[in-house]
């Protein structure tokens, strides 16, 4: 049996769910269980089979709860910052961040994370 963890992939909420206008910013907290549900039905087709997928949410949308398959993050102010620090702490595991944030792209990479679009993700 494969003992090593399963790819660690960081899902940017905010970020993912503002990548399309389909009035996301009329209920956030309803745009971003929409798009936990989609996580926790079809995984991240384009990364890998199997991972361990974290959505990291933040304002309106901080109250979401986890389901099988998602662990929820509420990020205490900015997502990109709990972004970077669960990269951080994943130490020496691969992790895959799925953001367009050129920032955020700029501070994980630079921890060793891989990063792929919201397209990943996304219907």
Do not use: C, F, Y
């Not at 970020?15 to 971003?32: E, I, L, Q, T, Y």
């Amino acid at each position: 049996m494969d003992q090593t963890p399963p790819l660690l992939v960081i899902v940017d909420g905010a970020n993912v769910v503002g990548s399309v206008p389909d009035g996301w910013w009329r209920d956030r907290k309803g745009a971003a269980e929409r798009l936990r549900d989609r996580l926790a039905a079809a995984g991240v087709p384009r990364v890998a089979q199997r991972a361990e997928i974290v959505l990291v949410v933040e304002g309106a949308a901080r109250h979401v709860a986890a389901v099988t398959g998602v662990r929820v993050e509420a990020a205490p102010g900015s997502g990109d910052d709990l972004v970077v620090e669960l990269v951080a702490r994943a130490d020496q595991r691969p992790v895959v961040v799925v953001t367009a944030d050129r920032e955020l792209r700029r501070r994980v990479t630079a921890l060793g994370a891989e990063v792929t679009g919201p397209r990943s993700v996304r219907d």
